[in-house]
Structures are given as structure tokens and as C-alpha cells.
């Protein structure tokens, strides 16, 4: 099974909030599962990624906790500020070089 | 670094009319490069995957003959949407990666409009 289930579809936070995207797969093959922040009329940005060996990696105020037995994996936002508004979405490949399969996305708005 | 580039930004035609969409990695050489076309609140979908010299990938459900991608060099790869109609009417972004590596580096993407 390819896919990759996202929720929340839509997320309201309020400013200096924790915002909190939780995605789920099947395939056990998926080997590196990166999160894209995207603005309205932009391309994806990389915000941050993980590999299955490690159980949490942290940038900033940005953080992926990742669950392999549960096949889960969730972005938290510390923290959160009105310029984080935006679509979110969680990803995952095979391969190195090898094509994304993406989530629904996750449109955030942090309120002042 | 990894930079990624697409022109035009944006582009309105009229329909039947071919339409051709650059895509470039600025600062590395990029061994493979994908398209996607997202429409409004949607996802990104793939179409296709392309390396350096050789024919592009298709995903199902996508018409190789109307989506003509070429991958001429390790920093330029096209898409163009042949005999274009409104329903081709999306948003279409590139990406690149580099052999060796997980990370996909997106373009800012080019919207398109067909009259």
C-alpha cells in the first residue's frame, strides 16, 4: 500500500500554540519521510526530515516524532507564529533519488 | 544551495495552443527531476519522473503523448503540454534530486491558464 494518510485536513492554533500534523503509512519499505512547508501560489519548501533509525529529530521549533511500530509520524510546531500559516505536508520514498508519494496536506492557521 | 528554478512563473494561452514549462537546478546536477501539477486545496501529483538521457517515467493516468517531458542535461529538464485545453489549467512544479540522496528540492512552481 503507497499511501500516505494525513490529518488534520485543516488546523486552527492559536499564536505561541503547539501545532500538531500526524500522518500514517503502510508500506514498511518507506525509508525517509520529509515534511514540505508551502505557501499559497510557491512551491514546497523542505522543512525538515527523518529516517526510520532515529525516534525524533528537532530544528528549531519544528520537531518529527516518528513511530515504526505504529508505522506513524507527526510534526510539531513550538511555539507556533502567524507566518507559519500554510499548507503542511508529510511525504515518504523508497529509494534515494526515488518519487515522494504525499499526503492530503494540512492547511494551518495561527491566529494572533 | 539546491536551488530550483521554473519558467515561466505564469502563462496564459489559448486553448490548442503548446505550452512549454523550463525547470533548473541553479547550484547542483540533479540525476533525476519529477513534475506535479497541484490543483486548488489539492495535493501534489505526480506525472512523471525523468533522469538525465533518458525517456521519462509516467505515472498512470497521465498522456505521455500530451505531457512531453525531455531531461536534455543534469541541470535543465522541460515539460510541455501539447494542444493544451482548460481542463490542463493547473499549477506545475518541478522538482530535483541528486543521485544519492533522499532530498527532493521543489521549484517555485508555474501556473497555467488556458483560455
Known amino acids: 500500500q503507497q499511501q500516505v494518510k494525513q490529518s488534520p485536513q485543516s488546523l486552527i492554533v492559536q499564536k505561541g500554540g503547539i501545532s500538531i500534523i500526524n500522518c500514517a503509512y503502510e508500506?514498511?519499505?518507506?525509508?525517509?519521510f520529509p515534511w514540505y512547508q508551502q505557501f499559497p501560489g510557491k512551491g514546497p519548501a523542505l522543512l525538515i526530515a527523518i529516517r526510520p533509525d532515529v525516534s525524533e529529530k528537532k530544528e528549531g521549533r519544528f520537531t518529527i516524532s516518528f513511530n515504526k511500530s505504529a508505522k506513524q509520524f507527526s510534526l510539531h510546531i513550538m511555539d507556533s507564529q502567524p507566518g507559519d500559516s500554510a499548507t503542511y505536508f508529510c511525504?515518504?520514498?523508497?529509494?534515494?533519488?526515488?518519487?515522494?508519494?504525499f499526503g492530503q496536506g494540512t492547511e494551518l492557521s495561527v491566529k494572533p | 544551495g539546491a536551488v530550483v528554478s521554473q519558467h515561466p512563473s505564469w502563462v496564459i494561452c489559448k486553448s490548442g495552443t503548446s505550452v512549454k514549462i523550463e525547470c533548473r537546478s541553479l547550484?547542483?546536477?540533479?540525476?533525476?527531476m519529477f513534475w506535479y501539477r497541484q490543483f486548488p486545496k489539492q495535493s501534489l501529483m505526480l506525472m512523471a519522473t525523468s533522469n538525465e538521457g533518458s525517456k521519462a517515467t509516467y505515472e498512470q493516468g497521465v498522456e505521455k503523448d500530451k505531457f512531453l517531458i525531455n531531461h536534455a542535461s543534469l541541470t535543465l529538464s522541460t515539460l510541455t503540454v501539447t494542444s493544451a485545453h482548460p481542463e490542463d489549467s493547473s499549477f506545475y512544479i518541478c522538482s530535483a534530486s541528486v543521485q544519492g540522496r533522499h532530498e527532493q528540492f521543489f521549484g517555485p512552481g508555474t501556473r497555467l491558464t488556458v483560455l
Open positions: 511525504a515518504a520514498s523508497v529509494n534515494q533519488g526515488g518519487k515522494l508519494i
Open positions: 547550484d547542483f546536477q540533479a540525476t533525476t
Open positions: 508500506n514498511t519499505a518507506f525509508d525517509y
